[in-house]
T-cell receptor
Framework: GNSVTQMEGPVTLSEEAFLTINCTYT??????LFWYVQYPGEGLQLLLK???ADDKGSNKGFEATYRKETTSFHLEKGSVQVSDSAVYFC?????WGGGNKLTFGTGTQLKVEL | GAVVSQHPSWVICKSGTSVKIECRSL??????MFWYRQFPKQSLMLMAT?????????EQGVEKDKFLINHASLTLSTLTVTSAHPEDSSFYIC?????????????FGNGTRLTVT
């Protein structure tokens, strides 16, 4: 079956530090890959996505590249801010558009300090 | 943007009672909504797919008689936890997609924390 593994948190960084949150997946076929973010007290929001190998998703300074050879979709940001403090979820879906069944990782809590 | 509203945000109930959780799509219609459950430090697990006007589709291992789902309109799905027990304590999250838009992402509610005493 499909599965997503992401690094355990919490991750604590100083403002302007470089961020990497690792995510690897197991899936049959060619899934679409996502990063969702959950800010305190809010619901999950789509942060970025990639639908095929070598695609790079990007949003709000965050990036992730779909690496089929390593089955990875690591999330990166060059300079984090306090406002980036949230829980980040890596997820996959067998199909984009018609793919409603998301498989999530366990989430990684990020805390950014001044 | 599209918003999914979930109510209540938290609820405490006694063992043996039933609890209803509502999920509404506020500015779009959703023929399908999804219910997830999240345990502490674990990932969201899809429980069931709620289908407007027809029976919900449950994932393997989810008791349909325990978790009753009703999707009576294009903007409302409800999840009722029947005869709740402490092991049902969890974080329940719903989501929906605006299916009139191509490649619309899933929108999530803020979740409902259920505590059964």
């Amino acid at each position: 079956g499909n599965s997503v593994t992401q690094m355990e948190g919490p991750v604590t960084l100083s403002e302007e530090a470089f961020l990497t949150i690792n995510c690897t997946y197991t899936a049959t076929g060619y899934p679409s890959l996502f990063w969702y973010v959950q800010y305190p007290g809010e619901g999950l929001q789509l942060l970025l996505k990639a639908t095929k190998a070598d695609d790079k998703g990007s949003n709000k300074g965050f990036e992730a590249t779909y690496r089929k050879e390593t089955t990875s979709f690591h999330l990166e940001k060059g300079s984090v801010q306090v406002s980036d403090s949230a829980v980040y979820f890596c997820a996959l879906s067998p199909l984009w558009g018609g793919g409603n069944k998301l498989t999530f990782g366990t989430g990684t809590q990020l805390k950014v300090e001044l | 943007g599209a918003v999914v509203s979930q109510h209540p945000s938290w609820v405490i109930c006694k063992s043996g009672t039933s609890v209803k959780i509502e999920c509404r799509s506020l500015d779009f219609q959703a023929t399908t909504m999804f219910w997830y459950r999240q345990f502490p430090k674990q990932s969201l697990m899809l429980m069931a797919t709620s289908n407007e006007g027809s029976k919900a589709t449950y994932e393997q291992g989810v008791e349909k008689d325990k978790f009753l789902i009703n999707h009576a309109s294009l903007t409302l799905s409800t999840l009722t936890v029947t005869s709740a027990h402490p092991e049902d304590s969890s974080f329940y999250i719903c989501s929906a997609r605006d299916q009139t838009l191509h490649d619309s992402p899933l929108h999530f509610g803020n979740g409902t924390r259920l505590t059964v005493t």
